[in-house]
């Protein structure tokens, strides 16, 4: 079974752009959450979505959003970029019935 | 507030020796308790525990939960230089909402 993909890998963008993040599922998984992570910070939730809506939202201003579609995959968008959005965003995905997440491979968000 | 919080920070170590990492939390609701490792980008899955007492083995770690005192400890034994990572403790609140900790980062030389 393939794991959780996510593209871009890399993003390199300027102040004040905006971006999309995409994440893809593991085949069957339902939920799909995001976590953005930096040195300081560590781990830190954004949101979590199941069959297209939102169940959870994390601590983060409006400028972070994201979408979940019908076949479960996701994307999340930032807008109006600062630089301290530069981080690393996984995405995990899990079955309903379980607790376990298995995350993606992550996109390294640099913002110049 | 909710929080999760391991200690120690960081560990260096020599190929071979035994190390504990500390997992402790303070949550309004417990599903269960999660142990990742991260080497380079995306963690990876280790174990995951739900009962006090049961311990959870896997190779040279193992894990266990003590529910009455909130906390969990990862023993890594006879470790080697592919055991260096940041290893994340985490607790899952149910609707799969995971609170991370700050991790530890494990040094093993040779």
């Known amino acids: 079974k393939a794991g959780v993909t996510q593209t871009p890998r890399y993003l390199i963008k300027t102040r004040g752009q905006q971006v999309t993040l995409s994440c893809s599922p593991i085949s069957g998984h339902r939920s799909v959450s995001w976590y953005q992570q930096t040195p300081g910070q560590g781990l830190q939730f954004l949101f979590e979505?199941?069959?297209?809506?939102?169940?959870n939202k994390g601590n983060f201003p409006g400028r972070f959003s994201g979408r979940q579609f019908s076949n479960s995959r996701s994307e999340m968008n930032v807008s109006t970029l600062e630089l301290g959005d530069s981080a690393l965003y996984l995405c995990a995905s899990s079955l309903v019935v379980t607790d376990t997440q298995y995350f993606g491979p992550g996109t390294r968000l640099t913002v110049l | 507030e909710d929080k999760v919080v391991q200690s120690p920070l960081s560990l260096v170590v020599h190929e071979g020796d035994t190390v504990t990492l500390n997992c402790s939390y303070e949550v309004t609701n417990f599903r269960s308790l999660l142990w990742y490792k991260q080497e380079k980008k995306a963690p990876t899955f280790l174990f995951m525990l739900t009962s006090s007492g049961i311990e959870k083995k896997s190779g040279r770690l193992s894990s266990i939960l003590d529910k009455k005192e909130l906390f969990s400890i990862l023993n890594i034994t006879a470790t080697q230089t592919g055991d260096s990572a940041i290893y994340l403790c985490a607790v899952d609140q149910g609707t799969d909402k995971l609170i991370f900790g700050t991790g530890t980062r494990l040094q093993v030389f040779p």
């Open positions: 979505y199941f069959s297209e809506t939102q169940r």
